[in-house]
């Protein structure tokens, strides 16, 4: 039976079946603050949703104070919901109006998308104008 040598001239030895690495938390490998974005992203989703339908934007707003994110959200569902009052008084105007109830609309799905994915991304032109709310 012949050995295999490694370059120094001892014998390998045997490998075993390796084990598979677990994934160390974010606190193990040394990497702080995630856990809590995470863990105020999952518990605030349901309620972040409301801020893009309508007046129900007030709800996250004045509930839930405390969370980052649901109060990103609720900022741009409250601009959202200002523009689409500021539209309907505009419908006269040769359908100013429908247009702007209509970009609210569009910006509301990609409030909730955002909101689903769990990410707090700037809507255009939406999102600047909501940073400068101080509620």
């Given amino acids: 039976m012949e050995e295999n040598m490694n370059p120094t001239g001892q014998p390998e030895q045997p490998t075993g079946p390796t084990q598979p690495v677990e994934p160390r938390s974010a606190q193990e490998s040394g990497q702080e603050g995630g856990g809590n974005?995470?863990?105020?992203?999952?518990?605030?989703?349901?309620?972040?949703?409301?801020s893009y339908i309508g007046i129900l934007c007030l709800v996250p707003l004045l509930a839930k104070k405390e969370s980052k994110f649901a109060q990103f959200h609720a900022k741009q569902g409250l601009v959202i919901f200002i523009v689409e009052i500021?539209?309907?008084?505009?419908?006269?105007?040769?359908?100013?109006?429908?247009?702007?109830?209509?970009?609210?609309?569009?910006?509301?799905?990609?409030?909730i998308v955002n909101v689903a994915g769990g990410k707090m991304n700037k809507?255009?032109?939406?999102?600047?104008?909501?940073?400068?709310?101080?509620?």
């Fill in 37 to 50: 974005e995470d863990k105020d992203v999952q518990e605030n989703k349901a309620i972040a949703i409301l």
């Fill in 86 to 111: 500021i539209g309907m008084f505009l419908i006269p105007l040769f359908g100013l109006g429908a247009l702007i109830n209509l970009a609210a609309l569009i910006f509301s799905v990609i409030g």
């Fill in 123 to 135: 809507l255009p032109l939406i999102g600047d104008l909501a940073e400068k709310f101080n509620l």
